[in-house]
């Protein structure tokens, strides 16, 4: 049996525990490839890991479990194409475009407010977090998925959808993680300086 049959058999019997599994093992391997290349303080931090872990197998698994099964219901508007292939690709399109611009501006500050939440954040450190990272995280996004998400959301069945966006993901959860442990820059409470 192969992995990928043993994967859509366990998909078939328990799809929440398998995607749960799975996205918080892989949001996990991004963490480690993360502090390897990039170690916090010289070290390997493993409730950083363990943090990756959480919020991929109880956060996102179940959100993008749910958000892909809602692409899936969406078509291209209008009679199809004579050519199957081009419906298929058009209507990946379509959802790309629903992904990227409905999705990613969400669940962009959906990781860094849960991440800064399980680091025991204030809801000023949530919010510092936020303004840091959200835009050239969103940035980044749109120059890592789109083209991959034209290709999986227009060939690749549903049911393994998500499974080939958290296997390409390893190098993004790698990129979050390492944009998410980098210290923040304490700003000047007054600028310009309020004269005395």
Known sequence: ??????????????????????????????????Q???PTEGKYDPHRTLRAVIYG?????F??????RILS?????GPPLSNPKLNSIRTGVLKTGID???FAPIGIPLYYSIMSILENKSIDGI????????????????????IFQIFNLSLVPVQHQLLCVNVVSIFWNTYLSMRNSQKGVHLPVHSPPVPE
């Open 1 to 34: 049996m192969t992995i990928l049959s043993l994967y859509t058999s366990s998909l078939r019997k328990h799809p929440r525990i398998t995607n749960s599994l799975l996205t918080g093992f892989l949001f996990g391997s991004g963490d480690i490839i993360a």
């Open 36 to 38: 390897f290349i990039n």
């Open 57 to 61: 197998s109880a956060i996102f698994s």
């Open 63 to 68: 959100v993008g479990d749910k958000w892909y």
């Open 73 to 77: 219901k969406i078509k291209f508007p």
């Open 100 to 102: 990227q611009l409905g």
């Open 127 to 146: 919010g510092e977090k936020l303004e840091k990272n959200w835009l050239p995280t969103l940035q980044v996004n749109w120059m890592v998925w789109p």
